[in-house]
């Protein structure tokens, strides 16, 4: 089975960084990645898919990228409503194994 | 909007079961897979169980498990009462943790485009 791994496990950034969290497939996964946030105490949330396409609605500060095996997702600018830990998963074929996820703080 | 409400967790013994609902409004749910995703405390995602559509135009309703509960759990949907279950035997104190469902986004893989606030499932003596 592919394995999704997640760096780095939690990052602390100011309020206007640029925040990079980078997602290693095992295997290709052609551009099936998705990326999740999920706020404190909160349900995730789809935030990206198709490894760069926005879902609607999110900010663009948000970008994706990357194909077969490495991506990555950018927040251009960190906001302080950007707390919260990002998860990516595979999605092309069960199983649909995540990423250990990354916890976003403000510094 | 499409809307998920799961129920049906609490506190249970090891070795007992219990079983978990979620109730879909806001879209035709016999068109559409559905998944459990569970979360450990303070841990993170582990998808759980999938199950097709079964509205008879090709989606056959076919089940797909983690290793982890394979055996033990049965993910099984009510099309007529727009329902998703997740039958949970022989439960285990590291089968606690919060169970989520969520909608499968059709035609985009395993994508999942929606998902409930979750029910919280408790495995102690």
């Known amino acids: 089975d592919i394995q999704m791994t997640q760096s780095p496990s939690s990052l602390s950034a100011s309020v206007g960084d640029r925040v990079t969290i980078t997602c290693r497939a095992s295997?290709?996964?052609?551009?099936?990645l998705a990326w999740y946030q999920q706020k404190p105490g909160k349900a995730p949330k789809l935030l990206i898919y198709?490894?760069?396409t926005l879902l609607s609605g999110v900010p663009s500060r948000f970008s994706g990228s990357g194909s077969g095996t490495d991506f990555t997702l950018t927040i251009s600018s960190l906001q302080p409503e950007d707390v919260a830990t990002y998860y990516c998963?595979?999605?092309?074929?069960?199983?649909?194994?995540f990423g250990g996820g990354t916890k976003v703080e403000i510094k | 909007e499409v809307q998920l409400l799961e129920s049906g967790g609490g506190l249970m013994q090891p070795g007992g079961s219990l079983r978990l609902s979620c109730a879909a409004s806001a879209f035709t749910f016999s068109s559409f897979a559905m998944t459990w995703v569970r979360q450990a405390p303070g841990k993170g995602l582990e998808w759980v169980a999938t199950i097709r559509g079964s509205d008879g135009s090709g989606s056959d309703g076919s089940t797909f498990y983690a290793d982890s509960v394979k055996g033990r759990f049965t993910i099984s949907r009510d099309n007529s009462r727009n329902t998703l279950y997740l039958q949970m035997n022989s439960l285990r104190a590291e089968d606690t943790a919060i169970y989520y469902c969520a909608k499968v986004w059709t035609g985009n893989g395993w994508l999942l485009d929606y998902w409930g606030q979750g029910t919280l499932v408790t495995v102690s003596s």
């Open positions: 295997q290709g996964i052609s551009h099936y």
């Open positions: 198709a490894a760069s």
């Open positions: 998963q595979k999605y092309h074929s069960v199983p649909l194994p």
